[in-house]
């Protein structure tokens, strides 16, 4: 099991450019998760998807799209990036019945 | 020790010693905790958890141990070895919306010294 990967390892983005991050994970779970880590913080729950179809906001959401596309993927968009969304993003999956999240090995973003 | 939003703190044990990290948290209704190792460019990785119902358990060389009374949450770690150096977080389940959630604190950095 390659457990949850994460594409692109590291990007680099002008300000109001579109990106995709992607994640997927092949441990049959359920629910997928996306966080953002900042310097000197923890992780903060941009969106999740507790099964396939459906897709809920978490605390920081705003600038930020998502999609569930299959029980595998997970993908999410920056439809117009900004310089606040440079960050560190991780992708998360938990086993239904589970309360433990496993964790990608994040995508770095950097947008200028 | 941890608290959740304050600056990340920091540890530094010897080589061979016990580490002790710890964290505040704030939800009196979390009815599950999780630490995670972060080592430097990498995802956090999964080490112990345990429930509400519960005020200790032992994993290989760890054990967490529950203070509800308090709502405080500690990681030991037995005879630190250089391997262990990395950032550690507490997370507790929010059992709010469609899926489970975890708030997390915001690290505590170990580093062991030779």
């Known amino acids: 099991n390659a457990g949850v990967t994460q594409t692109p390892k590291f990007q680099v983005l002008k300000t109001g450019q579109s990106m995709t991050l992607q994640c997927a994970q092949d441990m049959n779970h359920n629910s997928m998760y996306w966080y953002r880590q900042d310097p000197g913080m923890g992780l903060r729950l941009i969106y999740y998807s507790a099964s396939e179809g459906t897709t809920d906001k978490g605390e920081v959401p705003n600038g930020y799209n998502v999609s569930r596309l299959n029980k595998r993927e997970f993908s999410l968009r920056l439809e117009s990036a900004a310089p606040s969304q440079t960050s560190v993003y991780f992708c998360?999956?938990?086993?239904?019945?589970?309360?433990?999240?496993?964790f990608g090995p994040g995508t770095r973003l950097l947008v200028l | 020790g941890e608290s959740v939003g304050l600056h990340l703190p920091t540890l530094s044990v010897q080589e061979g010693d016990n580490s002790i990290i710890n964290c505040a948290y704030s939800n009196s209704a979390s009815d599950y905790f999780i630490w995670y190792k972060q080592e430097s460019g990498k995802g956090p990785q999964f080490i112990i958890d345990?429930?509400?119902?519960?005020d200790k358990r032992q994993g290989q060389r760890v054990t967490v141990l529950l203070n509800k009374t308090v709502k405080h949450l500690s990681l030991q770690i037995a005879a630190t070895q250089p391997g262990d150096s990395a950032v550690y977080f507490c997370?507790?389940?929010?059992?709010?919306?469609?899926?489970?959630?975890?708030?997390f604190g915001s690290g505590t950095q170990l580093t062991v010294l030779p």
């Open positions: 998360a999956s938990v086993r239904q019945g589970s309360k433990t999240q496993y």
């Open positions: 997370a507790e389940n929010i059992s709010s919306g469609s899926a489970r959630q975890l708030t």
């Open positions: 345990i429930r509400s119902n519960m």
